[in-house]
């Protein structure tokens, strides 16, 4: 596609209940990103693919969040037993390349909202 | 770990008003600094900079990075309300090819 698709864009969820968030990223691109952006905070990372390989899940805040790309293509971000605090817009950035001193910026999708009631 | 901070935290200005928004960071094997736009949707690249001193422009807007003073900064000239905005930077270091954003700045341009 022409850019970065995420959904839903908003969601609402009870506590303990689980979601799954989608994104489809640029035709082509490699590496695929994750990040959770707080109200009035700036994107924090969560993890990062390399086609359908996980390279690096340090920012997952815990063992209840869980990411996946089977296919290298589509990637699904699933957090189990929400809480209020995982309230926060999730945003997905892919990039043309992967590894190294690619010199290619992370493009990012329009995020979903995920309240947690 | 890596840190980007940005100043000012928020700006009012006017129409036609030149402004200069400034990124500090500390990074460990620095590969590149990146200045992103956000409205009330996704982060839209603007720059890329990953030598100093050499300026990147795009029409009003320009940045300009130095490595020796770990900063750059982002400047808009004759500003309109439509570049009302969070504007964020984020530097990709050796810790991966992940982005580390600073808390970004606020900008709003009043008619």
């Known amino acids: 596609g022409a850019g970065v698709s995420q959904s839903p864009r908003y969601k609402v969820a009870k506590r303990g209940q689980d979601v799954a968030l989608r994104c489809d990223p640029i035709s082509g691109h490699v590496s695929l990103f994750w990040y959770q952006q707080a109200l009035g905070q700036g994107p924090e990372f969560l993890t990062y693919f390399q086609n359908e390989a996980q390279l690096d899940k340090s920012g997952l805040p815990s063992d209840r969040f869980f990411a996946e790309r089977p296919e290298g293509s589509v990637s699904t971000l699933k957090i189990q037993r929400t809480q209020q605090e995982d309230s926060a817009v999730y945003l997905c950035?892919?990039?043309?390349?992967?590894?190294?001193?690619?010199?290619?910026?992370?493009?990012f999708g329009d995020g979903t909202r995920l309240s947690i009631l | 770990e890596d840190k980007v901070v940005q100043s000012p935290l928020s700006l009012v200005v006017h129409e036609g008003d030149t402004v200069t928004l400034n990124c500090s960071y500390e990074?460990?094997?620095?590969?590149?600094l990146l200045w992103y736009k956000q409205e009330k949707k996704a982060p839209t690249f603007l720059f890329m900079l990953t030598s100093s001193g050499i300026e990147k422009k795009s029409g009003r807007l320009s940045s300009i990075l130095d490595k020796k003073e770990l900063f750059s900064i982002l400047n808009i000239t004759a500003t309109q309300t439509g570049d009302s905005a969070v504007y964020l930077c984020?530097?990709?270091?050796?810790?991966?090819?992940?982005?580390?954003f600073g808390g970004g700045t606020r900008l709003m341009v009043k008619p």
């Open positions: 990074v460990t094997n620095f590969r590149s």
């Open positions: 984020a530097v990709e270091g050796s810790a991966g090819n992940m982005l580390t």
């Open positions: 950035a892919s990039s043309l390349v992967g590894g190294g001193f690619s010199n290619q910026p992370q493009h």
